[in-house]
């Protein structure tokens, strides 16, 4: 069943020495969240670690707690690596010129689609597999029903398989691997965070209000409901999250594994028919492409009205045809249309909380410090999440000029490090700015109900600035560092999620049973970005907590610090890989402006 095309893919994945190291890395990971376990449960027992004994019970315990921190690592690794791994499959044919010799072959569509599925599937199969040895060490602790973990193990397969076809999908439908990664986990994040979006946009006093009208109360009945509740199956968090509760004590799993049946069973039914749609586009989408004389749709920027080119070349493409990627026209309009619903569904619903909130006699004060919760969470939810997609497009800017072979141009040019990196750092900070406006709007109506926010307001804006900029120096060095736009997004994309918060379990877990968990573990929050832009405005209401302020101040200076080196070291890279005949122009040179402005042919690299 499985054809050449499949033999191709497992053949080239074999030679990358990359997966042996990712895992080698993920072993010991989980060799290391094994210890921890083993230290917590020793702790746990009568007389501490002195007692030097493990009874039964306890080592349940580490079979349960060393289950529920595998299940989140696990899954949580399967979400982002498989998009990763699947987007380039068809996108990357494309931009190597390769798809053709494969549509002029006697295979089918369905063979090439399915083909190229198998191969990344069974890529991320063999690193789930890897845990195997560490898992069969914990079986023998006891504590988790094997029913439980079979049911886990098909979670993680149909995560894979979901995940895996929007990758495919998002690949057919682009003309580069870089723009499939990006919708991939757009599309698959949009999935992952509307429901939690959508509930409680329900449960909000403004929702009830909503939901008491006959009107809204038939949408939400025949509508939202059974969308909330078909977007909740296909959720893996949420079904990963009904059979384990996490505490400090240990870990208590709260059903049987049978709940994660219909989870499964969605999610290999939506995996399905993306398959089928992705199968029946895949040869239309390239051939209508290739019709309209175009190497792709997708290489056509966005310009519009564009300014004139300015003495910074490197910034002037970066802002001009880097601010979104091109597509079809008629993507475009659709994208443009959905957006524009958003923002008007969005604006009509805080209008409409913050009325009822400004106009709530019978308990204001309760009232209005739900309206601040709630806009300071979708603030700093939205900030988050921009921070990480922008240095998941910084970490495109090199490779994509690699790959396009424009990047050996650009490194002949008298430009400089700073003038080529730094300009290519200011251009993509520029593409945050519609995150900023959302983010400043949203402060800007809590601050009207709170002065005391305005200045919290600032300085949470330059503290997402801060961010901002260690994510895209750490994408331009990843960058530089990766031949491929891909791999270079997916390092990027998990040192940012490590560096959100998901180095705590690391720590907390050791610190809190080591005799030492007090309030100063709260400075542990200094090395969350995700704090470090939720602080300004939860401290400026008040909170008694001085271990909270510390961590923002350690958080503020480490910050800056790991910025300017990431930034710093991005610039030293470029300047080294240089030639050493040219030397670079500064700004006080006389022929730097007639360097760039205007550029001339043989200095400037295409726009690629």
């Not at 990758?167 to 992952?192: E, I, K, P, V, Y």
């Not at 749709?297 to 493409?317: F, M, N, Q, T, Y």
Request: glycine share 10%.
């Amino acid at each position: 069943m499985l054809g050449p095309v499949f033999r191709q893919e497992m053949l080239a994945a074999g030679r990358r020495s990359r997966q042996f190291w990712v895992r080698v890395a993920l072993g010991l990971v989980l060799l290391f969240i094994m210890g921890v376990c083993y230290a917590v449960a020793i702790e746990s027992q009568p007389g501490g670690s002195s007692s030097g004994t493990l009874s039964i019970q306890g080592a349940a315990q580490i079979g349960v707690a060393y289950f529920a921190a595998f299940s989140w690592s696990m899954l949580i690794g399967v979400l982002l690596l498989t998009p990763a791994v699947a987007s380039g499959a068809i996108a990357s044919e494309r931009e190597r010129r390769t798809i053709e010799y494969l549509f002029t072959t006697d295979l089918s569509n369905a063979e090439i689609v399915f083909d190229k599925f198998a191969a990344r599937m069974l890529s991320v199969a063999m690193l789930v597999l890897a845990t195997l040895p560490v898992l069969a060490i914990f079986r023998l602790l006891g504590g988790v029903p094997g029913v439980l973990l079979l049911m886990l193990f098909g979670l993680l397969a149909s995560t894979a398989c979901m995940a895996a076809s929007i990758a495919l999908l998002a690949s057919a439908r682009s003309g580069t691997a870089r723009l499939a990664q990006q919708r991939a986990f757009r599309w698959l994040m949009l999935l992952l965070i509307s429901p939690g979006l959508l509930g409680w946009l329900m449960i909000t006093p403004w929702g009830q209000a909503v939901i008491a009208t006959p009107i809204g109360g038939w949408l939400h009945d025949m509508v939202v409901s059974p969308f909330l509740s078909a977007l909740m199956a296909l959720n893996p968090l949420v079904a990963l999250g009904k059979v384990g509760a996490t505490d400090l004590t240990g870990i208590g799993l709260g059903g049987s594994g049978w709940e994660m049946f219909t989870p499964i069973g969605a999610q290999l039914a939506l995996a399905a028919g993306v398959l089928v749609i992705t199968i029946a586009t895949v040869r239309r989408t390239y051939l209508k492409g290739a019709s309209t004389g175009k190497e792709t749709k997708d290489a056509e920027p966005v310009i519009g009205r564009r300014p004139a080119v300015s003495d910074r070349p490197v910034l002037w493409k970066e802002m001009v045809f880097s601010t979104q990627p091109g597509i079809s026209r008629r993507w475009r309009r659709l994208t443009r249309f959905a957006w524009m619903l958003l923002i008007t569904l969005g604006a009509i619903w805080l209008a409409l909380g913050y009325w009822m909130t400004i106009t709530n006699s019978d308990n204001a004060s309760f009232a209005i410090s739900q309206f601040i919760s709630g806009v300071i969470t979708i603030g700093t939810g939205i900030a988050s999440i921009g921070v990480l997609m922008a240095g998941g497009r910084a970490a495109t800017l090199v490779a994509s000029e690699k790959q396009h072979d424009t990047w050996v141009s650009l490194l002949t040019t008298p430009l400089a490090g700073k003038q080529v990196i730094g300009h290519k750092a200011l251009g993509n900070l520029w593409s945050m700015r519609w995150m900023f406006a959302v983010v400043a709007v949203l402060g800007a109506l809590a601050a009207t109900l709170e002065a005391r926010l305005w200045v919290a307001l600032a300085w949470q804006l330059l503290m997402i600035s801060l961010a901002g900029v260690f994510a895209t120096g750490l994408g331009l060095l990843a960058s530089q560092h990766f031949k491929k736009a891909t791999t270079a997004s997916v390092v990027t994309a998990i040192t940012l999620v490590f560096c959100a918060g998901a180095y705590l379990p690391f720590l907390i877990l050791p610190l809190a049973f080591s005799g030492s968990g007090g309030d100063e573990g709260l400075v542990l929050l200094s090395g969350s970005y995700v704090y470090l832009i939720a602080a300004p405005m939860v401290l400026a209401l008040g909170v008694d907590e001085p271990w909270l302020y510390a961590a923002h101040v350690i958080g503020t200076i480490g910050y800056a610090v790991a910025a300017f080196a990431v930034l710093m070291r991005s610039i030293s890279l470029f300047d080294e890989q240089r030639s050493e005949g040219s030397p670079a122009l500064t700004a006080g040179d006389p022929a730097y402006s007639s360097a760039g402005s205007p550029p001339a042919a043989s200095s400037v690299p295409s726009a690629g």
